[in-house]
């Protein structure tokens, strides 16, 4: 089955403990985006990817860190989480085209304390 | 810079009645401009998108949105709500340079019986 995978589904740690979220997909998708989902914001893009090695930041990028060292990978890093990162965190990936849709993972509910 | 402007968070309507939800975009270049459908606890799903093809675009599930240039306006509409329609809708236009998605604020929709 074509998908996103994303993990954890739900996280709760404290400020400055770092974690990782990892995201992966099995559609052989050049480009991949990390989101976070706000009450009343919207999806707001954090950091995307056009291929291995190649990232750039989003519109939000303060705070966190990704990395593609394989094509189906992009994990997201926040090496020292603060409570304002508190948010519904998303995975997406896509063809190479920006007409192409996005196809999302399931969703990262982190809380931090 | 792209952005878009979804009209009410909240959308309420009885079942069978028109659905219609508003988004104008801000584009100094033809834009591709899609939407999205996010139902409870789970990732984002593509209803439909626009790319230039027609301005009437049919989607899943019965919907359907009009590309209008001189309005800057994309309306997601569907003639007959269903139940299995409330959800939280996005519209989104691909940002500049082409790697970027924008997505507006959300609308709720809820279904009334």
């Known amino acids: 089955e074509a998908q996103v995978t994303q993990n954890p589904r739900y996280l709760i740690t404290v400020t400055g403990k770092k974690l990782t979220v990892t995201c992966s997909q099995n559609?052989?998708?050049?480009?991949m985006s990390w989101y976070r989902q706000d009450p009343g914001l919207g999806l707001r893009q954090i950091y995307y990817s056009m291929n291995v090695e190649v990232t750039d930041k989003g519109d939000v990028p303060e705070g966190y860190k990704v990395s593609r060292k394989e094509k189906r990978n992009f994990p997201l890093i926040l090496e020292s989480p603060s409570p304002n990162q508190t948010s519904l965190y998303f995975c997406a990936s896509n063809l190479r085209g920006s007409y192409n849709e996005q196809f999302f993972g399931p969703g990262t509910r982190l809380t931090v304390l | 810079a792209q952005s878009v402007t979804q009209l009410g968070s909240h959308v309420s309507v009885s079942e069978g009645a028109l659905v219609l939800l508003r988004c104008n975009y801000s584009?100094?270049?033809?834009?591709?401009l899609f939407w999205y459908v996010q139902y409870p606890n789970q990732g984002l799903q593509l209803l439909l998108k626009?790319?230039?093809?027609?301005?009437l675009v049919k989607g899943i599930n019965g919907f359907e949105a009009e590309f209008k240039k001189s309005e800057t306006s994309f309306h997601l509409t569907k003639p007959s709500a269903h139940m299995s329609d409330a959800a939280e809708y996005f519209c989104?236009?691909?940002?500049?340079?082409?790697?970027?998605?924008?997505f507006g604020a959300g609308t709720r929709l809820f279904v009334k019986a």
């Open positions: 626009y790319t230039s093809a027609a301005t």
């Open positions: 989104a236009v691909i940002g500049t340079g082409g790697f970027k998605t924008i």
């Open positions: 559609m052989n998708h050049e480009y």
């Open positions: 584009s100094s270049v033809p834009p591709y």
